[in-house]
């Protein structure tokens, strides 16, 4: 191939070159010179080719033939798993070597492995862009107090005022968590999902990363009525035989949320505050920071600033989890129990006397109460960062 | 009425608590001895005679009660009452559809997973037919929205070509949930039998006629219906057509065709023929499919008479429009 190419380069130059002298030569008839001439450039492009063959046919020398695994099997590997596996080995030796690359961002380790409240510095912060709020016209004058000054038009947000508030979040998360309370994460902008998804995780919580459908909460029967619960022992296990009494019992709701982007889940933070559910918000400059319980201020338009934020109260529900398990193992209870079960092999719950079924209407009557001592258990956990 | 009610129930709750009582004062009479000779009028003195003669049916007492025991149970389940709570089954739970927002996330998690895996182009991924919508929505019986199961499919499609000899376990495993229950080549046409009069048969349809043709190897006699080519069909073109699988492949002088049409006009039956000639000859020589695929006597023409509409004078025509 490279020599074909260099042929036709060659020869086309040559005759080029020669272009002038071939009119003038053909002038003055000398014909036979010409012929000579194109005889000697044949010839040179013949030793160039000879010279380029000579060095292709030697072999390459490997640099070490352990390291180097391609070199005995230097023979022509056709099929794509054996040259994928071939590879994946060369990874495996050689991928390490070279220049010693200072600490430096790597995307997925905020995901695969989030910073812990402890962990909340702000370098950490500024390195997320935490700071950075929006242009100084869309300001909400509310946020003043959170807001350090004004850089190149836009509002920068006091870090320390958002790692005070985003310890304080962590430990509310971290104390409905060991209080067996259901945190929801909240993101519904384009990327958030991963960040959403690992934090309920860590927090065994819930996490939404499409749109809240308006009444989850207040109309929670027509819309999460479908969905399945269980029931779990302190350990976590689930305890079969409830199926019936789940059916009838009325849909879950959130103890705590967390929302990413408080200004497209006005909706959310509404019945949130009807049903008196306490929300942790991250308030950019241009949102309105009473729509939360706990807001923490900070660049909502920021992924990395996203992320750090659900890491760190992902990991924050984690500890919490670790707390309430660890009095499980103890033998203390750190929650308040499901009201209104019933055990599903007890016998007198298994064949109800006549004089129980006359009693219907005060079990209707208990539901009713249980319903709204729910209702009214919207605890507030003051806690001071 | 409530009084009523009440009373009714009340006297149903007393039958009902009457009711075991009576079924264990049965067997006290069965075992009572009552000799017939007995002569006496009053029944008092018959029964203390009973009592002195016979022996009182044996019984144990109840045993004593465990207080101990009954209470630990009792604190047993009344402590694993106080120790449960109810939470959602998936975290996906107010996504109000947990089964699909579940499945999505573990695509996504397998998909990042087996990302760096050499592919294949997309023409050349292996066929599957995926669940529909809404196969997949009765699957999951999840008001599932259709962008974003085209989403789903999207990733799985993305899966389907990663390399064949590098496709791991866990992603065919993981990709049998959305395909259907029938792929692409799963069902093969029964392939067609010369029996011992070495004939082949083949069926046909068009427009309403449907026809049976059983073709041998002959010198290129045609019978339709007990009648020969030119009796049966006065057109041309029409025998011609009949035929046209054989003439096209130039085996016209080869083989005999013993044809049975029925239904529908001469056009329809000629070229119903078409087919079932052609399927027989199919049966006999398998390699001339493609030249019978060019000679457009392979794939049943599926066009019928369109139904007249309500409104319409035919299956389209609306009536004239008149100014008034």
């Known amino acids: 191939m490279i020599i074909r190419h260099l042929v036709f380069r060659q020869g086309r130059r040559a005759l080029a070159g020669k272009s002038f002298q071939h009119l003038r030569r053909f002038l003055s008839t000398e014909i036979d010179s010409i012929e000579a001439s194109a005889e000697n450039n044949i010839k040179q492009l013949q030793s160039l080719e000879a010279q380029i063959n000579a060095t292709i046919a030697k072999p390459v020398p490997s640099i070490d033939s352990v390291t180097h695994a391609t070199a005995p099997s230097a023979q022509a590997t056709d099929s794509v798993a054996e040259q994928y596996h071939l590879f994946k080995q060369q990874q495996q030796l050689i991928g390490k070597l070279g220049s010693d690359i200072s600490p430096h961002y790597q995307p997925h380790t905020l995901l695969n492995n989030p910073p812990s409240p402890a962990d909340v510095t702000l370098e950490l912060l500024l390195a997320s862009e935490a700071h950075q709020g929006h242009a100084t016209s869309l300001w909400n004058p509310a946020n003043a107090r959170y807001i350090h000054g004004i850089r190149q038009g836009i509002h920068i947000i006091s870090l320390d005022v958002t790692a005070a508030h985003l310890r304080r979040a962590a430990k509310v998360v971290q104390e409905v968590s060991k209080r067996g309370g259901v945190v929801l994460f909240v993101g519904t902008r384009a990327g958030q999902e991963r960040a959403m998804v690992r934090a309920a995780e860590l927090a065994k919580g819930c996490h939404l990363f499409e749109r809240w459908i308006p009444g989850s909460i207040t109309n929670g029967q027509q819309i999460l009525g479908r969905c399945r619960t269980k029931v779990v022992n302190e350990k976590d296990e689930e305890v079969t035989g409830f199926e019936e009494q789940l059916y009838d019992r009325a849909v879950l709701r959130p103890e705590l949320v967390v929302c990413m982007n408080p200004l497209e889940n006005y909706v959310l933070l509404h019945e949130c505050a009807l049903n008196n559910i306490p929300t942790i918000g991250v308030i950019d400059t241009d949102a309105d920071p009473t729509w939360v319980t706990y807001p923490i201020p900070a660049n909502d338009d920021s992924l990395r600033c996203i992320q750090v934020i659900a890491g760190v109260l992902g990991r924050a529900g984690e500890a919490g989890q670790k707390q309430r398990l660890e009095a499980a193992e103890k033998g203390v209870i750190t929650y308040r129990p499901a009201r209104g079960l019933r055990l599903p092999n007890d016998p007198e719950d298994q064949s109800p006397s006549p004089e129980e079924n006359l009693k219907d209407t005060d079990g209707w009557a208990e539901k009713l109460d249980a319903a709204a001592n729910h209702e009214g258990d919207g605890k507030r956990i003051k806690v001071v960062a | 009425m409530a009084r009523g009610e009440l009373s009714r129930g009340l006297r149903r709750a007393i039958d009902s608590l009457g009711l075991p009582r009576c079924e264990r004062s049965i067997p006290v009479p069965r075992t009572i001895f009552r000799p017939t000779t007995a002569r006496c009028l009053s029944t008092s003195i018959s029964k203390h005679a009973e009592l002195v003669s016979e022996t009182p049916e044996k019984f144990t007492a109840a045993p004593p009660i465990d207080f101990d025991k009954q209470d630990g149970k009792e604190r047993g389940k009344k402590a694993l009452l106080r120790t449960l709570r109810v939470i959602p089954a998936s975290p996906s739970y107010f996504s109000a559809k947990p089964t699909f927002t579940g499945d999505f996330i573990n695509l996504s998690a397998l998909l990042r997973k087996v990302a760096t895996l050499p592919t294949i182009p997309a023409a050349e991924a292996p066929k599957v037919a995926w669940k529909t919508i809404d ?122 065709v013993w044809g049975l049409v029925t239904g529908g006009g001469v056009t329809g039956q000629a070229e119903a023929l078409t087919l079932a000639v052609a399927k027989a000859l199919l049966v006999h020589e398998p390699a001339l499919k493609p030249a019978l695929r060019r000679a457009g006597c392979v794939t049943r023409d599926p066009r019928k008479v369109e139904r007249k509409k309500a409104g319409h004078v035919k299956a389209r025509k609306m009536p004239t429009w008149v100014k008034r």
């Open chain 2, 135 to 256: 196969q997949y929505r009765i699957m999951v019986n999840e008001p599932v929205k259709t962008q974003r199961y085209h989403k789903m499919v999207h990733i799985l499609r993305r899966l389907n070509c990663i390399h064949p000899s590098l496709m791991p376990e866990e992603v065919t495993q993981a990709m049998l949930r959305y395909k259907k229950a029938s792929q692409p080549g799963d069902v093969k046409p029964k392939p067609g039998v010369i029996d011992e009069w070495g004939r082949a048969k083949g069926v046909g349809r068009r427009k309403t006629s449907s026809a049976v043709a059983w073709v041998v190897e002959g010198e290129g006699g045609v019978l339709i219906n007990g009648k020969s080519l030119s009796n049966f069909f006065p057109r041309l073109h029409d025998r011609e057509s009949a035929v046209w699988a054989l003439k096209a492949t130039q085996r016209l002088d080869k083989y005999n």
